[in-house]
């Protein structure tokens, strides 16, 4: 009990940190997503390194494991970007619930990509997440900040792939500071020629707050990390939607907005199709290890 409870003090600590770094990734101002991503990648690489550093652990990853790093490295930069790109477009809990809705798109691309079962229950649960949604997104063509919904959408799409290679990874072995320090430096790499040819100047305040959006990042994925190493996410994955209510009190009190009321009832039918997946996960994987321990 004691490491589950760690496990959901450090969930809600990642939560609070990536809130905070969606604020200050929307205080940074008018520049472009992908200088953004750089600056917030190249503060968590160095992170990264320096816990790979102090643990003695090699800088190179298992051969089977390079295409799984490959494709969690470039979805999750599409997912910054798509973000990015969304935070500086939308209201900032907007911004946040549709990244939310990675969870949801990890159990399809388990079910694609890595052959897990995902029964009538669960593809339920998903669409009702999907509809829920769309009460953010507004897709009609009076709505001003459809084009940034939509990608704010695929960037929790690409972000739920991104996942569902993290948990191939790590069903193969590999270590998560070492995932973190591929993605970041890969992230680095694959912006750097764009933000070369089209850099824009930035004051010592916009420097400033990107390195602390760098560093919120850093701080949001290493303590993702120990609590999905203190408790298995069916026990704790719910707490990460804290982040919604920490991303609606920034927005207001730093930059004065307030979702709308289809707003409001988006996050309330997402946040409850994440607590109602909660539960049917619990209950299922206790009926497995009940069915086990009867085999046993």
């Known amino acids: 009990m004691r490491k589950k409870y760690r496990g959901i003090i450090y969930i809600v600590l990642s939560a609070f940190c990536f809130a905070f770094m969606n604020m200050f990734v929307r205080m940074a101002g008018d520049l472009p997503s992908v200088q953004k991503s750089f600056f917030r990648n190249f503060v968590a690489a160095i992170f990264a390194g320096a816990v790979l550093i102090k643990e003695g652990s090699p800088l190179k990853c298992k051969k089977e494991n390079l295409i799984y790093l490959l494709l969690r490295a470039g979805f999750g930069t599409l997912g910054i970007l798509c973000n990015f790109y969304a935070i500086d477009h939308l209201v900032l809990a907007d911004a946040s619930m549709l990244n939310k809705m990675s969870p949801f798109f990890a159990v ?8 897990e079962k995902v029964s009538v229950p669960q593809a339920l649960i998903v669409a009702g997440a999907f509809i829920g949604s769309m009460f953010v997104v507004k897709p009609t063509f009076t709505n001003m900040a459809l084009i940034p919904s939509v990608i704010g959408l695929a960037g929790g799409i690409c972000a739920g792939a991104a996942y569902t290679m993290v948990r191939k990874l790590g069903e193969n ?22 933000l070369i040819l089209d850099y824009h100047a930035m004051t010592g305040r916009q420097l ?20 999905y190493t203190c408790a298995p996410a069916r026990e704790i994955s719910v707490y990460d939607y804290s982040q919604i209510i ?3 009190f920034l927005g207001f009190a730093v930059f004065g907005q307030i979702p709308d ?3 409001w009832l988006g996050y309330g039918i997402i946040c409850t199709m994440a607590v109602v997946m909660f539960f049917y996960n619990t209950r299922w994987n206790h009926k497995r290890d ?3 321990g009867v085999k046993n």
Do not use: D, H, N
């Open 108 to 115: 399809l691309f388990s079910y694609f990509i890595l052959k």
């Open 173 to 194: 072995g590999e270590k998560g500071s070492f995932i973190v320090f591929f993605f970041s430096v890969f992230s680095c790499v694959v912006t750097a020629p764009w």
């Open 208 to 227: 400033a707050v990107l390195l602390l959006a760098g560093l919120s990042a850093a701080g949001g994925q290493f303590t993702i990390t120990a609590a």
């Open 246 to 248: 920490f991303a609606a």
């Open 261 to 263: 009321g289809l707003s």
């Open 290 to 292: 009940q069915k086990k």
